[in-house]
């Protein structure tokens, strides 16, 4: 794993606390939205996909720390939109930083950089940078050549500068296992911490529907990929999900693990459907009707997710339990 002991230790903490309060839904991971424009336009995203004036919006950093203190999550991470358009960004991160929270800034490093200097590497800072693949693979994922190489040459500084620096990878249909395995050696080259891989989820506002798989896809996929993997590998993610991922084990949604505030507020059911908002942590707990949502649910809009910010909750839940079920065959 790609995770320092420090992290780990976190995670285990909010576990065992919310055990011994006898609470079974609480937060791993705040997903923080200060905005939610983006510089790239990409096929797979349906995060950009708001009118103009919604994508004007952002939260103040006071929002942001109010959120993270609501929520108690240890692990907050920033996504978007591009958080690095939001002028006050380092304000926000400074301050999550401060009340101890491990923080994964996640940025397509357009414009890392150029804004580097505005922060200070951290144990509690974490860039993670968005790169789909090798160079080919990640430039027509996002829509524009020269990103990739835009990405690494930013991540290549941060690294030299002390900072954390892991990645971000989402795979569609038609990915090469071959040319990701070679990315993975590239990656661990280059001196990044960690790796988080997730299929991607099929955003309804996603212009690029065509590529997304389905749940025997994504299985498919992943025992390739990660089959005889390598040592070197460091992965970011719970080696219970990797075996999800593979359809070694079956794991249960667990959306509250991973909530989301942005712009509207707490987005309820999770960070991938768009069904109603909160104006609190705590109503959004309470009032959700959680059994609508899941795989097991029948919910359409989850029958083929398999998306890090639903299962990795539950990954960490049964890596404390014994009530995780093995599938009986190697059959998707």
Not at 83 to 110: S, W
Not at 294 to 312: L, R, T
């Amino acid at each position: 794993m790609g995770v320092p002991a420090s992290q780990a230790w976190a995670v285990i903490k909010q576990v065992l606390r919310q055990k011994l309060r006898g609470r079974q839904r609480y937060p791993l991971v705040l997903m923080l939205e200060p905005l939610l424009r983006c510089n790239l336009s990409c096929d797979g995203c349906g995060k950009i996909r708001h009118p103009a004036d919604v994508l004007r919006r952002e939260l103040t950093p006071e929002q942001c720390l109010d959120a993270a203190h609501q929520c108690g999550a240890p692990i907050v991470s920033i996504p978007g939109g591009e958080p690095l358009l939001h002028p006050r960004i380092a304000e926000i991160v400074a301050g999550l930083v401060a009340q101890r929270r491990f923080v994964y800034l996640c940025t397509n490093a357009l414009k890392l950089e150029e804004r580097l200097s505005d922060f200070r590497p951290s144990r509690h800072l974490i860039l993670s940078i968005h790169l789909d693949g090798p160079r080919e693979e990640h430039d027509n994922s996002v829509g524009r050549a020269g990103t990739f190489d835009t990405a690494v040459r930013a991540a290549r500084s941060a690294i030299s500068r002390g900072f954390r620096v892991a990645t971000n990878t989402t795979l569609y249909a038609g990915a090469d296992v071959e040319r990701m395995r070679a990315f993975f050696d590239a990656m661990m080259a280059m001196g990044v911490e960690g790796m988080m891989i997730s299929p991607g989820y099929r955003y309804e506002r996603a212009p690029g529907q065509q590529h997304f798989l389905q749940r025997n896809e994504t299985v498919e996929l992943f025992r390739k990929l990660l089959a005889r993997r390598k040592r070197a590998w460091r992965f970011n993610q719970t080696p219970l999900f990797l075996e999800f991922l593979q359809g070694n084990v079956e794991l249960e949604c667990m959306p509250w693990g991973t909530p989301t505030y942005n712009v509207f507020g707490w987005q309820r059911p999770c960070y991938l459907l768009e069904e109603g908002y909160c104006a609190t942590f705590r109503e959004l707990i309470d009032s959700t009707e959680w059994n609508r949502y899941g795989p097991s649910s029948g919910n359409a809009a989850c029958s083929d997710c398999m998306v890090h910010c639903g299962f990795e909750p539950s990954a960490v839940a049964a890596t404390f339990s014994l009530k995780r079920k093995k599938r009986p065959s190697r059959s998707p």
